[in-house]
């Protein structure tokens, strides 16, 4: 059946896609050993289990020739020293690409491929990066207000959350003397 163009309403501030399919919320529960410092995910889980982030979707079909739409809202906050972050994902089909684009606050991209390459790239309102195919990705509000962006990406393209599940990124973002720093993730292992 032929589609019909259409357009919908974002919200930049407050992170909203109107109409929009799904609302998709992600606690500390949902990211159990995610965070570096495993004490710090403990007590936070224990004392409030807080929402790190939210995403709102246009859901189209999973084909070759659609495009898939959200709208990822992280709110500010970090366990330990480590700053609130997506769990991060390659597609399933990962010779597929994205874009992401800044609307509100601050952040990283961080992106890696399965041998290893790092690549980090910083976000803020109108500044939007280009993901190549291969490349895992994971965003990262460094700010002190939510941090929200667009993401649009082949209606294929799907997730795979496994594969970096099992690695573990190789780079971290913590806060140091107030500023984001990256350091070497030493619980990260190369997939053989
Ligand atoms: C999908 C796109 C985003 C993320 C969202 C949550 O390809 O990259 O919509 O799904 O930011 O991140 P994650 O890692 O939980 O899927
Ligand atoms: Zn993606």
Known sequence: MLMRPFSMHLDFR????????????????????????????LLAL??????????QERVFPEENGYLQLAVTTIHPGKIGDEYFMTKRHYHKRPDTSEVYLGL??????????VGGDFESIPLKPGVAAYIPPYWGHRMVNTGSTPFIFFAAFPGDAGHNYGDIERAGFVKILIEENGKPLFIDNPRWKKIE
């Open 46 to 55: 224990e004392k409030e289990n807080p929402i790190i982030y939210s995403f």
């Open 104 to 113: 509100e606050g601050e952040g990283w991209l961080l992106m890696q491929t």
């Open 14 to 41: 407050r992170g909203d896609l109107t109409p929009r399919d799904r609302t998709n919320i992600r606690k500390l529960s949902d990211m159990r050993g995610m965070f570096f410092n495993a004490e710090a995910e």
